[in-house]
């Protein structure tokens, strides 16, 4: 287990690149068995819960708009693909070799990569949003914490999303 991970949830993490992590408590590397006795979640561990959740969020209200992005990107680049086909295989039957349906055919292939691209890009996202939400939940099991947690997405203005987040947490010592 990864003992560093309690540490980023604590308030006495400190952090340098020469030493990595170490507690402000004991001056040392975190060293203990399942849970730290000293731990302490403040601000910075519902900061962090609470973005982990919203990032999390984000995520699943987006998979509906990657979908239709992929699935009408798709769709112009086969579009696109199939009608260089057809006008190849028409200039062929007419005695015309051209290299043109080929260039078209190519071009048919970016569209498919911006649709393709994107579905990865949201699955590999919505994964590692789901991996830091499973460790706090996972560390915030050992230590008996429960949570509850509200967001309601508001208005988006110019890129900004209005968030409202309301958490209830029980058992922080």
Not at 34 to 46: A, N, P, Q
Not at 152 to 160: D, L, P, R, S, W
């Amino acid at each position: 287990m990864d003992l560093t991970k309690h540490c980023h949830l604590c308030e006495h993490q400190s952090v340098s690149l020469k030493e990595g992590t170490s507690c402000t408590l004991t001056n040392r590397k975190p060293e203990f068995n399942r849970t730290c006795s000293k731990i302490e979640l403040g601000d910075k561990f519902k900061t962090t819960l609470k973005s982990t959740n919203v990032e999390l969020e984000k995520l699943k209200r987006n998979k509906t708009l990657t979908l239709i992005y992929f699935a009408v990107f798709t769709t112009i680049g086969l579009s696109v693909i199939i009608g260089g086909f057809l006008l190849g295989r028409y200039a062929w039957v007419s005695g015309v070799i051209s290299p043109i349906p080929l260039v078209i055919m190519g071009v048919g292939l970016g569209p498919l990569g911006l649709a393709f691209g994107t579905l990865n890009r949201h699955n590999a996202d919505f994964k590692l949003a789901k991996k830091h939400k499973d460790q706090i939940d996972n560390i915030l099991e050992l230590y008996k914490i429960e949570y509850a947690i509200d967001i309601k997405f508001g208005k988006e203005y110019h890129g900004t999303q209005d968030i409202e987040v309301q958490l209830n947490i029980k058992g922080v010592r």
